[in-house]
């Protein structure tokens, strides 16, 4: 039941009585804020979250949605013992492995279990069949088991959290539409309903699958689509006092089965999606009317799912449909939540769970909870982080087909280095044809087609790493890689994110936003990580002073939209509002030209005096290239003499053709972004979202040299200040003396038999002939020489840790 009155002023205005609004009501009571609305159009959970499942599995791909799955196992645990039980059942849950690819990749989630504490474990088919006796074996390669699993009554754990939500003096308001969103210099100011107005600093869009149209209020594009979803529920069957059945998934078959009542639950994801679009217009438009209801039974498109089900539980081929449910579902366009603050000021979202956010649900409460709070994520959010989204997510098609992608694959096991296939190619540098018509293999990033490597440096397979590392492989890019550090390699990175920062106040302000000194002068480049309050990493880029009052910013391909969004808060909060920031990726090509010939090569073909004492590492330089006009920054991401080339788009092709002319007699080779990988982790170049991200800091992760404690003032600096020398882990380099043992990222890393950490990345080091990997490790193991195992598909290896970098330890290379 609802308070009816409604407030003129709040805090905070959560919008959404699903489980995701309850949950963040719940978590912002539990810390402490009173001042906070919820509102609701209907009924509480009379979007997504009545017609539910209710499946709770808590391991993912993703090490933070893990421990957030895991801390709503916990809560749900916790809830299970209040006056308002969500009725929670923790009955475990088996995985099946229907092929043998399925059994590797279940190896593989055991042991980064093992990392979180989870108590994931490998069982035999037998095992499995004791534990659920309707499976039939047939096909059945093994399976794993984790008994914290569970289920829950999506409705019930709903009312559960609004409970306690009211129990500190929370107003949960149901009936009660938000038609209009106030807004001021950027800010939200507060809300308009059918019942009138509220004030406020903050609204948290809990909205589900109608986020979109609560986002279009501000003018911010939520990148969800409802698409329709669909279990079935079997006539009772089972023995109402035997012991619950455990959860089932049997992926390679598409299919979950729990039990209901005395019957069985079983859904599934569909190979023929079906988004469920309400207008043209929008793909994401809900009728005004459509709560508490259901669509259509789908059967034609069930079908898939319904034989499949009935090869694995052959009963389900006998047993009656009690019901049908097919419900609406908000999917992102990667199958991630879509959380955090938009680019509007205080408006945040918390939607698009994709079908797991039940099982989410306590987690996100949680971690938007604390980002609202705090203003900024307390964990590393980035894979659920809204500013992932780049523009070409405006496009409601490119959206769609994104979503449709990703649903039908949802169940498939999604090897590193897959690529994603629809809605290609979009974005393209002025050389893509160029590429293409040499044979290059094409990934994909941000929207962006990026040369991975060129099919035609192939050579043979003897350094392919084992398994799944070596999926996506090729001999290309170990060919590639020599060539740059042996001659010289030309780069195409034109779909570096880049922005333009200018006017009188913009280096105080970008020296208040960077942890380095990057104010040193026109023509001076510089190494900077942005920090949050935490001293957290949230960007790590590359600022080049253009003039007196310009800088030229250049960010990783994927995290332009993150850290122009950055910028633009720390802008709007700290008041700089005359320092204008462009996004100028598109305006400019990027050429990077490397290796021990760059100078030579670039000294043939530019009037310009290129020596190392006239043109100084990290420096910037406008010079001309043959006929073009040139933006030429001496720095490297591969840890070899060399420049990157920033050219007004229209001139790309021309400069291309002129630099491989030129190179011509000097072995150049172009190169492509899996070379640039394998280069940079034997030098021990960082990436974001790799081996650094909000959580970890500059000390951790061995890059104090970029931090200007000298200056009086930026974000970070305190916690930096204090927490200087008194690490508690610290990033390091992982060797493994067989090339071909490369890890993936997340392995379980252990000493003496305990674990101790996880791999955060991996490749291999062609010229150290060496596989690599990187991972935080308690201090008090992180010395060179220590020796570490890491377990590979169920298998421990031995390694080391080795002295960084690995590489050209004094940098003569690229300083020279
Ligand atoms: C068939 C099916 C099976 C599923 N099975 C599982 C499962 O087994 N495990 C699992 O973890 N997840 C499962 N899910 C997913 C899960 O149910 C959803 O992720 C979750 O319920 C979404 O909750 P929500 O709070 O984001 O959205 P909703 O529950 O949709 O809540 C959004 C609320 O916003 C309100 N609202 C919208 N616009 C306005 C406005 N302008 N003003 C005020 N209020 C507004 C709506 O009325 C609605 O109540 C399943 C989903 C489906 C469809």
Redesign the pocket.
Known sequence: MGATSLPARAKIVI?????????VAYHLAQMGERDVVL???????????????????QLRADPTLTKMNMHSVELYRALELTSTPPGWKETGSIKLASSPERMQEIRRQIGWARTFGLDLHEISPAEAQQMFPLIDLDGVVGACYMASDG?VD?SQL?HAMAAGARQHGMKIVTN????EILMSHGRVTGVV?DKGDIECEVVVN??????P??GR?VGVRIPIVP?????VITENFLDPTAPRLPSLRDPDNLV?Y?QEVAGLLM?GYERNSKPWTASHAHVDD?PADF?SRLLDEDWERFEEIAVNSQRRVPIMGKLGVKNF??????FTPDNEFCLGETEVGGFYV????????????GGIGKVVAEWVIAGEPQMDLWHMDIRRFGAAYKSPSFTMKRVQENYESYYDIHYPGEERQRARPLKTSPVYLWHRDAGAVFGEKAGWERVNYYQSHATDNSLQPYGWAGKYWSSAIATEHRATRESAGLFDESSFAKFSVTGVRAGEFLNIVCANNVVKGDGRAVYTQALNSRGGIECDFTVTQTGENSFFIVTGTAFGTHDLGWLKKQRRELGYVEVLLEDVTGAYACFGLWGPKAREILSGITPCDVSGKAFPFMHSREITIGDIPVRATRITYVGELGWEFYVSSEYGAALWQVLLQAGEPYQLMTCGYKAIDSLRLEKGYRAWGGEINSETTPWEAGLGFAVALGKEQFIGRGALADSRGKEEKRLVALLFDDIRRVPLGNEPIRIGGEIVGRVKSGGQGFTIGKAIGYGYLPIQHSEPATAVEVEFFGEWASGVVAQEPLFDPTGSKFRA
């Open positions: 919008i959404g009585g699903g489980v995701g609004g309850t949950s509102l609701d159009r209907n009924e509480l959970t009379s979007g997504s979250t009545f017609h539910s499942a209710g499946l709770v599995g289920e999506p709903s009660t539409r938000v038609v309903t809990c909205g589900g699958m109608y986020a149209s609560i209020l698409m329709s979803h669909q279990y979950y729990r859904g809900i709560n449910i097919n419900g609406p579902e908000g918390a939607a698009g769970f994709c079908a797991h956010g039940i099982a989410g649900a």
